[in-house]
C-alpha cells in the first residue's frame, strides 16, 4: 500500500469540508453540531459554522491533534504549510464551545492553540 502524498491528502481534506459545509447550509437549524478528526483539518469545519451559526453549539472530539499529527510525514516543500496551518487550526479550536480531548497530555497541546479550554463561553 502506497502512503498518500500530503498535499493530496489535504486537498481531499479541502475538497470534503467545503462540501460538507455547503450541505449543512442546506440542512436547516441544528441543536448542535460535532466535528470529529477525521478527515485530516476537520475542526477547520468551525470557522464557516461559527460564521453561518452563531449560536448553534460547536463540539469538536478530538482524536488527532492538526497539524501536529501530520507534520512528521510533510516534506521540506509542504513544511512551508506548517505556519499558516497553525494559524488556521488556532482559530478553529478558539470557534468551538466544546473541546473533547483523549487526556492532560492533548489538552496541553491543544491549549497551545486556543488558549485556556476551560473557559469557553
Not at 25 to 43: E, K, M, T
Not at 66 to 80: G, I, K, Q
Not at 83 to 104: I, T
Amino acid at each position: 500500500m502506497v502512503a498518500e502524498a500530503p498535499i493530496s491528502r489535504l486537498g481531499n481534506s479541502a475538497w470534503m469540508l467545503g462540501a460538507w459545509f455547503l450541505r449543512s447550509l442546506q440542512l436547516g437549524s441544528f441543536d448542535a453540531i460535532v466535528i470529529g478528526s477525521d478527515p485530516s483539518f476537520a475542526a477547520a469545519l468551525a470557522i464557516p459554522l461559527r460564521a453561518s451559526r452563531p449560536r448553534t453549539p460547536i463540539l469538536h472530539w478530538c482524536l488527532d491533534v492538526y497539524p501536529d499529527a501530520v507534520e512528521a510525514e510533510w516534506s521540506r516543500t509542504t513544511r512551508l504549510l506548517s505556519r499558516p496551518a497553525r494559524a488556521l487550526m488556532s482559530g478553529a479550536y478558539r470557534r468551538c464551545d466544546v473541546v473533547v480531548d483523549l487526556g492532560p497530555c492533548m489538552r496541553r497541546r491543544l491549549e497551545r492553540y486556543a488558549g485556556s479550554l476551560d473557559e469557553k463561553r
